[in-house]
């Protein structure tokens, strides 16, 4: 089993191609891997409460750990009582522990 982590800077309003990306966490994720998100940028607009994006809503009911970078929030003026459930905040410090850790990183 590999952990893996995945930086996703990407709006899935806009981007078409975040909807691969989150199937492809979807998959790994399913196929047992230990798989963590932390969201930077325009990745954070999902993890809104109330922001409804299918694919990063399984990934949050399929018990994907997703953080988002607390940076991102504040240039955005979203507040971490304005996110998600479960979602939580962290910052680029998550980067650093994984690589350290030997986890396969992937920025999006």
């Known amino acids: 089993m590999s952990h893996y982590l995945f ?3 990407q709006d899935p309003f806009t981007e078409t191609r975040t909807h691969h ?3 492809l966490i979807g998959q790994l994720h399913d196929a047992g891997h230990q798989v963590a998100v932390l969201l930077v940028q ?3 607009t999902p993890a809104r409460r109330g922001a409804k994006s299918d694919l990063f809503d399984d990934l949050l009911l399929w018990g994907v750990t997703v953080r988002a970078d ?4 504040a240039q955005r003026e979203i507040d971490h009582a304005d996110l998600k459930d479960q ?6 410090d ?4 994984a690589m350290l850790a030997g986890h396969k990183v ?3």
């Open 7 to 9: 930086i996703q800077s």
């Open 21 to 23: 990306q989150f199937d």
């Open 42 to 44: 325009n990745g954070v």
């Open 70 to 73: 607390q940076f991102a929030l």
């Open 87 to 92: 979602i939580g905040v962290a910052d680029m």
């Open 94 to 97: 998550l980067v650093i522990d």
């Open 106 to 108: 992937i920025w999006h």
